[in-house]
């Protein structure tokens, strides 16, 4: 067996998978310093602040079954002790299938694939660094990649410079740019697929196969269409994008992504415990809040108005059914298209404490039903863990809990008896304040401490 190292090495690394979703893996254990993806391998090396955290991640998950977004992954230590830049130069150049020297010729992975990367996406993408004479598109085992040809070699190594991985789209469609080995391509058809760009007079073909040896089917990398039915290189496509990004290209079971409506009617609150900013508390893990209105006649009832209708639709998904104050949560879209500005009315637009205008991406990544494990940050760097269950211990059972720094910053995981109980810590205390540190709650979707 491997000696124990601050070097984990993780396998069955998907192209779904990204660097956050291996931090969030082992970042409870300890501070992450240097991580390598080895997409060519499936593979991903993660070095750890010292053994101490290495070890203690391998021994949780010698319990629990690590998975990252459906996938089991498996861990161990590696025979690297410590990263070094050559370690991860060297690993890199093992791992890919192509020689490093620079060429014409780029051979493209698009990770976290959502909207539709035809021939034409790709030129828009390309195309400012230099001419493009040929285009190719097709499947892998490795996802939906391209070959793009550039008529200097100056001009592929400019894309790559500028382009390696970036988005196409916001939160979505992540370039992976490598030289290729071939010397130049064959492209027989001009269609979606493939594309001459100094020969305009190929004829077209509805279906076919990637003239390139050694390549695989040429079909089109689809998914869901953009909207408006065409694509911009690295626009913001909206939380449309972001949401299938983060959940590994697929919208959650039961999230159509095509609602319209952002305004949620809830009821069946406790009108003796419940207000707006708890309400706020709740909802904004799922998107930003706009407004919300308490119903004076209906006082178990409220209006919600969510930034877009993928969040609300979120929030439905997640939410109807929840326990909170002793009575399970009916969330349902309301008929009015929004809420108007009122003196009883909440305005939450110029919040900062809605998660959703900065890292999108990681905050859909994280969201899910209620649990019973909250994850809390922007804690007091010298607090402790007495004082975290002293701030929560009104809500219901702390069943264990657990205080750790990631990058020099505290966090803290508190697991409660039961969901209800974890839901009431967090829409309480949210926002609250621990020795002058406004406190950050949401749920967490590990299982133990």
Do not use: W
């Not at 909207?227 to 690295?234: N, T």
């Not at 969330?331 to 500005?341: E, G, R, T």
């Amino acid at each position: 067996m491997t000696e124990p190292s601050k070097v984990i090495h993780v396998r069955n690394v998907g192209h779904e998978i990204s660097e956050n979703d291996l931090l969030s893996l082992v970042q409870p254990f300890g501070a992450v310093t240097k991580l390598v993806m080895l997409r060519a391998k499936n593979q991903a090396l993660i070095q750890m602040h010292d053994v101490a955290s290495a070890v203690n991640a391998l021994q949780f998950y010698t319990n629990v079954q690590p998975s990252v977004r459906g996938r089991n992954v498996y861990i161990q230590f590696s025979s690297h002790q410590e990263l070094t830049t050559m370690d991860q130069n060297s690993q890199a150049r093992k791992g890919g299938d192509q020689d490093s020297e620079p060429n014409r010729i780029l051979l493209v992975t698009i990770h976290h694939l959502l909207y539709p990367i035809t021939v034409e996406v790709l030129h828009q993408v390309f195309s400012p660094h230099g001419f493009v004479e040929k285009i190719v598109t097709f499947q892998k085992s490795a996802g939906s990649q391209a070959l793009i040809q550039y008529q200097t070699r100056q001009s592929a190594v400019q894309a790559r410079n500028a382009l390696q991985g970036r988005n196409i789209y916001d939160g979505c469609c992540q370039l992976d740019i490598q030289f290729s080995n071939l010397s130049e391509l064959q492209v027989n058809y001009n269609n979606e697929r493939s594309r001459d760009f100094t020969n305009p007079s190929l004829p077209s073909e509805q279906k076919g196969r990637s003239s390139q040896p050694g390549y695989g089917d040429a079909g089109g990398m689809y998914a869901l269409q953009p909207p408006g039915g065409r694509a911009v290189a690295f626009s913001q496509m909206g939380s449309a994008g972001a949401i299938a990004a983060a959940f590994g290209g697929n919208l959650p079971p039961g999230i159509s992504g095509t609602n319209d409506r952002c305004t949620l009617l809830v009821s069946n609150l406790n009108p003796d415990k419940i207000d707006e900013d708890k309400l706020f508390n709740l909802f904004s893990l799922y998107g930003n809040i706009v407004r919300i209105k308490l119903l004076r006649n209906k006082p178990d009832h409220a209006l919600i108005e969510m930034g877009d209708g993928f969040q609300s639709e979120l929030a439905v998904h997640f939410l109807k059914g929840a326990m909170l104050f002793g009575k399970p949560l009916e969330v349902n879209f309301s008929k009015f298209p929004n809420i108007n500005s009122a003196p009883d009315t909440h305005d939450y637009s110029g919040s900062n404490l809605n998660r959703f205008n900065r890292n999108a991406v990681k905050n859909y990544r994280y969201c899910c039903s209620p649990t019973k494990m909250i994850h809390i940050s922007t804690l007091p760097q010298d607090i402790t863990e007495e004082e975290i269950v002293t701030h929560l211990e009104e809500h219901g059972t702390i069943v264990n809990n657990k205080l750790f720094d990631v990058n020099g910053k505290k966090q803290a995981l508190i697991l409660f008896e039961n969901e209800e109980q974890a839901t009431e810590a967090l829409v309480c205390k949210h926002a609250s304040s621990i020795d002058r540190s406004i406190i950050r709650i949401s749920f967490s979707q590990l299982q133990n401490i």
